[in-house]
């Protein structure tokens, strides 16, 4: 049975292209980037080359861009330092109530410390409103986090009108734009983005591997305590192998190879909705399929059938997907994401999937997932009716 693998929102196998150059610089450049001979004088310059290509990707200078361990780290470094720096500046945050769990966590975190959090509320597509953000900023908000695309539905956050209102606001605006990075164009200047936290495994690069953008002018104390490496920014040896590669990662990904992509994925959510239609299975989108969204995210409602039954027979049958809010520790707890935008009593919180694409899957396996729900929820269907 060949495998089919649909939940690259979760992380993605890593090209071949990207191991080369992995493997390459685990050979070449294994020298301490922090040491002054030669070893760690090619490392450095391996690494400040990568970080050259990757500060261009969103528009910053290369003093910008902060290595860190991935999205967790970058969200919460971003989050918590922020808070302890300006407190005296007032004690509210801004966030939605569709974040991932690694930007949730830190503001929990945080309220238990004394400050106060205003959770945007999304509608069924998934979208905040501008009028709520407006409503809700206050003279003593300190610090904005939206995520900049949703990880279980795909929607897009107002980005731009955001930053635009916050430029002239004591606020500093922080994006999560882990999901986003592989599939939008991002300038952070344009959008007045002061930080911004990415990770490379979501765009076919390696695992424990982010950074967080920190806009020149921005500054908080080293959030872990150690080395002076990353100009006294984030302690720890920096793994220069994982950089080379997440770097070569983000060079396939330009803006031309996005737009190429949010293209094809669009193509295939459209695809897999038409036929599903036409098939007259019981379904819903959870969210929009818009071009503009996160195409590569597509999360669907099947009435009467049970995200684990879905998700199990779909993975007996070589396909997996998720079920759930994914990237938590595998269990399948009721989506916070489809809670915020549908209530605690619907059915999708308990019946839906998510199925999410990447650059590795082809025309011949959208048309095998579409043949096998069919198949799965007919069978489903005789079962219900038998018992
Ligand atoms: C939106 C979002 N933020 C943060 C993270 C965490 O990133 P990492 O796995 O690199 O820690 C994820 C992972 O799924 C995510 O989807």
């Known amino acids: 049975m060949r495998e089919i693998y649909l939940d690259n929102a979760a992380t993605t196998p890593m090209t071949p292209e990207?191991?080369?150059?992995?493997?390459?610089?685990?050979?070449?450049?294994?020298?301490?980037?922090?040491?002054?001979?030669?070893?760690?004088?090619?490392?450095?310059?391996?690494?400040?080359?990568?970080?050259?290509?990757?500060?261009?990707?969103?528009?910053?200078?290369?003093?910008?861009?902060?290595?860190?361990?991935?999205?967790?780290?970058?969200?919460?470094?971003?989050?918590?330092?922020?808070a302890f720096k300006r407190q005296e500046l007032g004690k509210h945050i801004i966030t939605t109530a569709i974040e991932h769990e690694a930007v949730l966590k830190p503001l929990h975190f945080l309220e238990e410390h004394g400050f106060e959090v205003t959770y945007l509320p999304v509608d069924e597509h998934g979208n905040i409103s501008?009028?709520?953000?407006?409503?809700?900023?206050?003279?003593?908000?300190?610090?904005?986090?939206?995520?900049?695309?949703?990880?279980e539905v795909g929607s897009r956050m107002p980005i731009h009108e955001i930053g635009e209102i916050l430029k002239d606001h004591q606020a500093?605006?922080?994006?999560?734009?882990?999901?986003?990075?592989?599939?939008?164009p991002i300038d952070v200047k344009a959008d007045h983005i002061d930080m911004l936290s990415t990770s490379a495994h979501k765009l076919n690069g390696p695992k424990m591997m982010g950074f967080l953008y920190r806009r020149d002018g921005i500054s908080f104390p080293s959030f872990i305590k150690g080395g002076d490496q990353e100009t006294k920014r984030r302690a720890g040896t920096e793994n220069v192998p994982a950089i080379a590669a997440f770097a070569k990662a983000v060079a396939a990904d330009g803006p031309e190879e996005k737009a190429a992509r949010q293209k094809r994925y669009y193509h295939f959510k459209q695809k897999i909705v038409q036929a599903l239609t036409d098939a007259g299975i019981d379904f819903a989108v959870n969210g929009e399929v818009a071009p503009d969204n996160l195409n590569h995210v597509l999360n669907l409602w099947f009435k009467g059938i049970s995200t684990y039954v879905m998700q199990t027979d779909l993975d007996l049958a070589g396909i997996a997907v998720s079920g759930g809010s994914a990237c938590t520790a595998g269990s399948?707890?009721?989506?916070?994401?489809?809670?915020?935008?549908?209530?605690?009593?619907?059915?999708?919180?308990?019946?839906?999937?998510?199925?999410?694409?990447?650059?590795?899957?082809?025309?011949?396996?959208?048309?095998?997932?579409?043949?096998?729900?069919?198949?799965?929820?007919?069978?489903?269907?005789q079962l219900k009716k038998g018992e």
């Open 172 to 184: 500093w605006f922080h994006t999560d734009a882990v999901q986003a990075y592989g599939l939008l």
């Open 18 to 82: 990207v191991i080369d150059e992995m493997t390459k610089e685990m050979k070449e450049s294994w020298g301490n980037a922090s040491t002054g001979y030669s070893y760690g004088r090619h490392a450095k310059l391996v690494m400040e080359n990568s970080r050259h290509v990757i500060a261009q990707s969103i528009n910053a200078d290369d003093n910008e861009i902060i290595f860190t361990s991935g999205g967790t780290e970058s969200d919460n470094m971003a989050i918590i330092e922020t």
């Open 130 to 151: 501008i009028a709520d953000f407006k409503q809700a900023l206050r003279d003593d908000t300190i610090l904005v986090t939206i995520m900049m695309g949703n990880n």
């Open 332 to 381: 399948i707890e009721p989506s916070h994401v489809l809670t915020a935008m549908f209530g605690k009593d619907s059915p999708r919180v308990s019946e839906s999937i998510r199925i999410s694409f990447g650059v590795m899957n082809t025309d011949e396996e959208i048309a095998q997932l579409i043949a096998t729900i069919i198949k799965t929820v007919e069978k489903l269907k």
